[in-house]
């Protein structure tokens, strides 16, 4: 069974999670509300009830008390399901969330599944994949404007009771939000990035590959509370599949404004974007970065590769003949940016389940490239270090077998007092060094406004 307990509801989600930030494992995912619109739930979980951390091939899997066990495996999402498996299995119809998983699945993750080359070093600070299994979490639902307590158990009266006093009772933070304490690194610099560029259209010309997302990482030393930090950064820049994610290692803050996958019942959509240009404070000149964006043969080019192999990664696990593109080129605006985006639907096969997808589908085309294996192993080799949870995954498995999950773009990581984040582009036969260096930075803007 699943049961649901009413809670007063919040515009901004925020309000609930600032009571909890603080907490080990505490997990927001934010659609965005009150300052954007496109999304409609935030989901928030605590104490999860087992926890899974996944890096070089070992698991630490975690039980309430604190009881640990590691596990060797070359098969991270197997494990993810396995520990699903073992949870109670509530009715279908309890969306979104009713219990499950909730973390991030980094881009290296996709190392297991497919073979690539080994050249640059995992990273310590983060583990490759962290995910936490909650038996209760609390949900704001923006359009019906309902919030509730759902749950694989009736919650105790106590955590209600909590849960009601906490946009009255949360502590007022002293502290400050995240500042820098010293300059930007960027890596690669501008003459390396310009080698690499000149290097993946050298392999675009000979055939190797149509097209290859190459990003930039930017790292700061800093000081100050990283909760603080994104609820600065998500009035910047709301967007409807953010994040914030507060781990033993680090904290991730995440504005996403990209689908990765989402499942519901056999539903599968994923809503790939390809094509960018930034945002105006003048409307005229926005209507016409806009209106550029929508008829630009190179973006619109860019994106239907991107289409392309994403049904064909889809069509790896659902039904024959079930795969469709009813949204093609849209344009959909953000505070910072104009983006093109396409919607790919269809039917997961029978026997299949999120796992399934997430193996078939792993990492987004839209942040490797075309073909996706010989992209993934040109950034393997141009890119100077490995991207960790940039361009992973984060989202949530249900117990109900349902899932949603973004593309880790946008995204900060927080660890030992020093931020990291990354911005890239797809990289095509008639891309512009110029025009794709200013790219990077108008996607790299609201954190440089936000750490300056």
Not at 51 to 60: D, H, M, N, P, W
Not at 72 to 94: E, M
Request: proline share 9%; hydrophobic share 35%; charged share 25%.
């Amino acid at each position: 069974m699943s049961f649901r307990t009413p809670l007063p509801y919040r515009p901004d989600g925020a309000d609930y999670f600032d009571g909890l930030a603080h907490l080990p494992w505490a997990m927001f995912l934010d659609s965005g509300p009150p300052d954007a619109r496109q999304g409609r739930y935030d989901i928030i979980v605590w104490q999860p009830a087992t926890t899974l951390r996944f890096s070089q091939g070992e698991a630490r899997i975690t039980t309430h008390p604190g009881n640990e066990t590691t596990v060797k495996s070359n098969d991270p999402l197997g494990l993810v399901r396995r520990i699903l498996n073992q949870r109670p299995t509530p009715p279908q119809s309890a969306p979104p969330f009713c219990g499950g998983a909730i973390g991030y699945i980094g881009y290296d993750i996709g190392r297991y599944y497919e073979k690539l080359p080994q050249r640059l070093p995992a990273q310590d600070a983060l583990p490759e994949l962290a995910m936490g299994f909650h038996d209760h979490a609390l949900i704001l639902d923006h359009q019906m404007e309902q919030a509730w307590i759902q749950g694989v158990r009736p919650s105790p009266p106590e955590l209600e009771q909590q849960l009601r006093d906490l946009p009255k009772t949360a502590a007022r933070h002293t502290g400050q939000p995240l500042r820098p304490t010293a300059p930007w690194r960027v890596s690669p610099d501008d003459a390396g990035y310009a080698a690499a560029f000149r290097r993946i259209a050298d392999y675009i010309q000979a055939g190797d590959c149509y097209q290859v997302n190459l990003a930039r990482r930017f790292s700061l030393n800093v000081e100050g509370d990283p909760w603080l930090g994104y609820r600065t950064l998500r009035q910047m820049n709301p967007a409807p599949h953010a994040a914030y994610l507060n781990l033993p290692e680090g904290q991730i803050l995440s504005c996403s404004p990209e689908r990765f996958l989402r499942l519901r019942e056999d539903r599968v959509e994923t809503r790939p974007i390809k094509g960018t240009r930034p945002r105006h404070s003048d409307p005229e000149q926005d209507a016409v970065n806009r209106r550029n964006l929508a008829t630009s043969p190179k973006d619109r080019a860019e994106n239907l590769m991107i289409v392309d192999l994403l049904r064909n990664d889809l069509g790896r696990c659902c039904v024959t003949g079930s795969v469709r593109v009813p949204r093609l080129f849209e344009i959909e605006s953000f505070q910072r940016v104009h983006h093109l985006v396409s919607t790919i639907q269809a039917r997961l096969a029978p026997g299949k389940n999120a796992t399934d997808l997430l193996r078939a589908c792993f990492p987004g085309g839209s942040i490797t490239g075309a073909p996706k294996i010989r992209a993934m192993e040109i950034i393997e080799e141009l890119e100077p270090s490995r991207r960790g949870v940039y361009c992973g995954s984060i989202g949530y498995i249900s117990d109900n077998g349902d899932m949603d999950t973004n593309i880790a773009i946008r995204t900060l990581t927080h660890c030992n007092g020093a931020v990291e984040l990354h911005a890239g582009g797809g990289l095509v036969a008639d891309s512009d060094l110029g025009e794709e260096m200013r790219e990077i930075g108008y996607k790299a803007a609201a954190f440089h406004d936000f750490l300056r």
